[in-house]
């Protein structure tokens, strides 16, 4: 049996989808149903038995420690963590409790759990850590796409808790032997993700006919990889990855913003038309403090070592995407709910309009 921590979440819910679709392994799924944790996207697994729901928080030692005994885990993929950048601006102190002293407590757990385990039981243990690009900062125009052995440089209170927890993770392994794993992966998309972020924002904003909000000059670009690639590397590094070691993921997709959002508004238009574009809709608002101008991933070392490759170009991932949130219109108006709109307040309410490129 395996552990999943955010298992609620966007990457978490479409990974635990993934796998019950794809092994009979059962998962145990801590979530602290956070605002960014959702049961609804587990809808369809309700009845599974292989699936069970533990509503928990990763900082809870003795929670975890008594999950591990009792279900004999075999691995842990920890997804939980809070994710949105704009959210760590404004304030950064969840971002430490659960990135830093979260993950913490989870490797304290495994490591006393792993520790007691018989020889072959500990051999075989993995703890696989999902993490991000952003530790390794931002890029210039002409820089190579980060590897492996780039230099951390995080720049947001969230990139740093997501390296200070790769640096945890790293040390585990180190220090203690855990059989650990740590995967980079660059910006995901795909279904059940959460409305704050750029890709499902501009879809929600621009079916509720409200302006599409672009920081900057919109010319920051970003490495998109759909969510269902991620799952499937995920999966391959935990089957078949050198413990100690990471693995950048990514899809070899850098776009600018607008043109992310211009994708968007033509597929809208095919797919959802109305009168005049959404592309109509664009506006240029106050950039973000400290906004890394550029990711990109080299995901050869995976893709070498372990065979993995995307199976969606962006092309046919974005189309797929524009198509499930116009057939989810529901979950969409449930997650838009009363905190969502003060979110919505508190990050956009204060922005200037900026300038267009
Ligand atoms: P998300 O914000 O959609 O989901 C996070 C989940 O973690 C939620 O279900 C939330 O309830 C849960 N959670 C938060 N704090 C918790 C705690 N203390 N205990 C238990 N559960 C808790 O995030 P996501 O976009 O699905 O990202 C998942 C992981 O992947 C994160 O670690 C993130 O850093 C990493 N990642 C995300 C992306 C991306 O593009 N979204 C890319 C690379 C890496
Ligand atoms: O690179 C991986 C990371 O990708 C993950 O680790 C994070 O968890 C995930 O949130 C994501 O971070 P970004 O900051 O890149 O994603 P976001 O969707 O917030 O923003 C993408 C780009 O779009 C970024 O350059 C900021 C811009 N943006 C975002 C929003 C929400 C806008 O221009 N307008 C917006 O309203």
């Known amino acids: 049996m395996i552990l999943v921590t955010g298992g609620a979440g966007f990457i978490g819910s ?3 989808l993934d796998w019950l679709a794809q092994h009979d392994e059962p998962v145990i799924n801590l979530d602290k149903l956070t605002y960014a944790g959702n049961l609804s996207n587990l ?24 999950l591990l005994e009792k279900h004999k885990i075999r691995a842990i993929v920890h997804f939980a963590a809070e994710s949105h950048v704009d959210r760590s601006i404004l304030g950064p102190g969840e971002f430490i409790t659960t990135n830093v002293n979260g993950t913490f407590s989870l490797l304290e757990a495994a490591r006393a759990y792993w520790s007691a385990l018989p020889d072959k039981e500990k051999a075989d243990f993995r703890f696989l850590h999902v993490s991000t690009d952003e530790v390794y900062g931002s890029l210039g125009p002409n820089d190579a796409p980060f ?13 740093a808790s997501k390296a200070a927890a790769d640096h945890l993770v790293r040390a585990y392994h180190h220090t203690y032997g855990l059989p650990t794993l740590t995967t980079n992966c660059s910006n995901n998309y795909g279904p059940y993700h959460f409305p704050e972020k750029l890709i499902p924002l501009m879809i929600a904003n621009a079916l509720g006919g409200k302006p599409l909000p672009i920081y900057g000059d919109g010319q920051n670009v970003r490495d998109w990889l759909y969510v269902g690639d991620h799952c499937a590397a995920i999966r391959r590094v935990l089957e078949s990855g050198t413990t100690g070691e990471t693995y950048n993921i990514g899809g070899w997709n850098e776009k600018t913003n607008l043109e992310v ?10 797919l959802a038309p109305k009168t005049g574009s959404y592309r109509d809709q664009i506006t240029y608002v106050k950039d973000r403090p400290g906004h890394d ?6 995901a050869r070392k995976v893709e070498r070592e372990l065979g993995w490759k995307p199976a969606e170009t962006f092309d046919t991932g974005i189309r797929k995407t524009v198509q499930w949130y116009l057939d989810h219109q529901e ?12 979110w919505v307040e508190k990050n956009y309410g204060q922005r200037e309009q900026g300038v267009a490129a």
């Open 14 to 16: 479409n990974f635990v």
């Open 331 to 342: 979950w969409v108006r449930g997650v838009l709910s009363g905190d969502y709109l003060k």
């Open 293 to 298: 101008r550029r990711y990109a991933i080299d």
């Open 147 to 159: 590897s492996e052995t780039t230099p951390y440089a995080p720049n947001s209170p969230y990139s």
């Open 261 to 270: 959002v211009h994708t968007l508004c033509d597929i809208l238009d095919q």
């Open 43 to 66: 809808e369809s697994i309700q009845q599974d038995g292989r699936h069970t729901f533990v509503h928990g928080d990763i900082g809870d030692r003795s929670l975890v420690s008594s």
